[in-house]
């Protein structure tokens, strides 16, 4: 059975460098273990050609006879008789309390002839042994080392093990490094890889450990745990089938978790593949994002809260589309009325709602959309187009709204930009005729008289020019009598 989640598109203008980095770190040490094969057959043949299996093999088969194993003495002792030392020098590697034994000289002992040139012999061989980097640094629950109970989440038994570690790292590293950041993708990785060694060193067991299974079960439990209840999609495939849905992220889980608990106990419990690692690692990385979203007040990350925003945005905007599609303007000016609070500088947003609250017959709706076009086009002039603006401004009508000079000095800007001389000189005389605004009405009149001339209309240039002064003149007029009084 495979559930996996679907991977949503990177964002390469912030690359996952962290979960790059862990990629690019597990293949070159891979490529560094790929060499182990030359190395073991190397010290292999020295085995063989150096006397040490003629003497260390019939010994083992004497220590199984006293140690109350014939059968398994006879079964190897024939196996020998066919000149097959391999298997006989496999389970004499594997049989630890024989080998602890051996390198402390309690089996062939000094008092036996020769055995300084057997001691010699064995710690050639082992050091052609210890060249080999996978028995160095894979965790050996016997026996582990702080060492290697990191450096075996690196290390990988197969091309096809390390392919299937790093294809479902990246599919949910990048997502949980855009939540953690770099730092807490490896933060997670690493502890992950070391909740995942715990079921091994409490039950140790005779062989190594190695691999990311266990830590990248960690992340893929992060990642469900970031999500939460929130339905993400994912790929599904049992038997003969398969299929993709959209389920609770959490509630996937308890599934990985029960998995990997009947695949061990079960299903499969004579594999060599660490089941109870996996198990581990769900818990380790479960627990450790769970720790960082009770110290948020259980609010997941950013990064994952963005993305609920855009997709209930993607939603409103799509409903809206559907109303308008299906002539329904009332819900569609309610929709877009609370998009531009939810986008407040989304000038599409501001420009659509304007048109269906016309096309609803609210008036409220539509001098708010105006005056939202408004504000939006003095705060970003080039966001919002010449014809919204001009509409904006007619719907304003007849009373204009209160804005700073500043605003209404790069609204009429926008529209001399566009060209639109007519509405601009319409709105700089809305201004000059209200009280309070004959400063930047004065203003407003020479700048259209500027654009005026430009253009080659030098009569409208000349009449809004003498206009100005006459606005002006009468701006004045109070405050000059006021002085004179």
Known sequence: MIILPLPAR??????????????????AVF?????????????????????????????????????????????????????????VQQAMDADTDFMRRLHAGQVITPADAGYNEWRSRRT????????????RYALQSEAPTPLTAVSHIFLHGST???????A?????????????????????????GLCAAVPDLLFPQPGYGLGASGAVSAVMAAYLVLYGVRRIPFFYFFIFVFGVARWPALAILPVWVMKELLLRFVFDS???????????????????V???????????????????????????????ENHVAQLQFARATADYRRLIHALPEDAGSAEAYLRVARLAHQPQARSEAALHLLKLTAAHPRKVGCQAVEEALNDSHPRLPRLSSGAWGRILGRLLECQRLDSAEKLALRLAARPGDEAVAADALRRLADACRDAGDLSRARRLLTLRQTRLAHALTPAAAGEAH
């Open 31 to 87: 490529l560094i273990q790929g060499k182990d094969a030359q190395r073991m057959q190397a010290a292999q043949q020295y085995y063989l050609g150096s006397g040490l299996a003629r003497q260390e093999l019939p010994a083992y088969l004497q220590d199984l006879v006293a140690r109350g194993k014939s059968d398994e003495a006879a079964r190897l002792r024939q196996t020998l008789a066919q000149r097959k030392a391999g298997p």
């Open 168 to 192: 479902f790292l990246f599919i949910v590293g990048y997502t949980v490094e855009a939540a953690l950041g770099g730092w807490g993708m490896l933060a997670l990785f690493l502890l992950g």
């Open 124 to 135: 050639h061989y082992d050091g052609l042994l210890e060249q080999r980097v996978t028995p």
């Open 290 to 320: 769970a720790l960082y979203r009770w110290r948020r007040g259980w609010r997941s990350a950013d990064s994952v809260q963005r993305e609920d925003a855009a997709e209930s945005i993607a939603q409103l905007q799509a409903q809206a």
């Open 10 to 27: 990177p964002d390469w203008r912030r690359p996952p460098i962290a979960t790059l980095l862990l990629i690019v770190l597990c293949v």
């Open 270 to 288: 004579e594999s060599n593949i660490n089941y109870l690692a996996h198990f581990a690692g769900f818990l380790g990385g479960a627990l450790l």
């Open 160 to 166: 096809e093990h390390l392919l299937g570690n790093m």
